[in-house]
C-alpha cells in the first residue's frame, strides 16, 4: 500500500488527477484497443479531482473517448434525476464536461424492478471489459468504500445493501439536513469488486477521516473497516491531506512521507 501525504485538499485533488491522467496516457500510448476501465466514485472527496480531470481534458492533454466508467453505487428508489441521485451529481460534476460517449457511462439503475438481477448484470458488465483498470473511491468516517457499511463482507459482491443510521446522518446534509428523506438502502459494487481492480485509489481528506484513514493503514485487516482491505490489494493507492494523518503514529507518517519522497515525481504531466 502506498500512502501520498499532500499537504492540503487542492494539491491531494492535483496528484489525484494528474496520476489517473498519467495512467489514460500510459493506456492510449500503448495502442491498447480495449478501453481504459475506471471506477468512479460520488461525495465532496471526488470533486477537486473532477475539476482537474476536467480541466486536464479542455485543454486536449486526455481525451475520455476510449474510456469506460462504473460508478461505485446509486441510491435505491431516488428518481434517476432526483437532485441527489449518483446519476445527478456524475453528469453534472463530471460527465457533461468531458468528451466521455455517453453510453460508456454505467450507473446502477436505483429503480430497478429486480434490483438483484441489475447487481448481476452490473458485474457481468464489468467482466466483459476485462475488469476496472483503476478504481476511484472516497471513504465514510467509519471507513467504509462505496456503501460497504461496517461488517460488509470482504469478499462481497454487487448487492443491495443497507445504509447505517451513521451514514444517513452524514448524508444528511445533501437532503436540507433531513435525515428521513435519505434513502435507506443502496445498490453498491462489493468490497471484492473494488479488490479485482488493478490498481484502487482512495482519497482521504479533512480531520473527519483520521480515524478511517488509521484503521485503513495501520490496524488488521477487518471487516469493521472495509476500506482495511486493501491492505491485501497488490497496487492500492491512499491519497491524503495532512488533516486526515491526525490520528496515524509519528512513526507511521514518517515511513510514507519517506519513501515517497523518493517516488514522487511532482510534475507528473
Ligand atoms: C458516501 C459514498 C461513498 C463516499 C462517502 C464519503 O457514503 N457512498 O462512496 O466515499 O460517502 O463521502 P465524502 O467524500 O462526501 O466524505
Known sequence: MRVIIEPDYEKLSLWAARYIARRMKEHE?????????LGLPTGSSPLGTY??????????????????????????????????SYWTFMHRNFFDHIDIEPENTNILDGNAADPDAECRRYEEK?????GIDLFLGGIGADGHIA????????????????????????NSRFFGGNISAVPSTALTVGVQTVMDAREVMILVNGHSKARALKHTV???????????????????LIV?????????????????K??????????VL
Request: aromatic share 12%; with cysteine.
Open 29 to 37: 500510448r500503448r495502442g491498447e484497443k480495449r478501453p481504459f476501465v
Open 51 to 84: 475539476r482537474e480531470l476536467i480541466r486536464l481534458c479542455r485543454s486536449g492533454y486526455i481525451s475520455f473517448r476510449n474510456i469506460v466508467t462504473f460508478n461505485m453505487d446509486e441510491y435505491a428508489g431516488l428518481p434517476r434525476d432526483h437532485e441527489q
Open 126 to 130: 464489468i467482466a466483459s471489459y476485462g
Open 147 to 170: 456503501f460497504n457499511e461496517p461488517f460488509s463482507s470482504l469478499s462481497s459482491r454487487t448487492r443491495v445493501k443497507t445504509l447505517t443510521y451513521d451514514t444517513k446522518v452524514m
Open 218 to 236: 495501520e490496524d488488521g485487516v477487518s471487516q469493521a473497516w472495509t476500506c482495511s482491505a486493501l491492505q491485501m490489494h497488490p497496487r492500492s
Open 240 to 256: 491524503c491531506d495532512e488533516a486526515a494523518c491526525g490520528e496515524l503514529k509519528v512513526d507511521t507518517y514518517k515511513y510514507f
Open 258 to 267: 519517506d519513501i515517497e519522497q523518493a517516488n514522487l515525481d511532482p510534475s
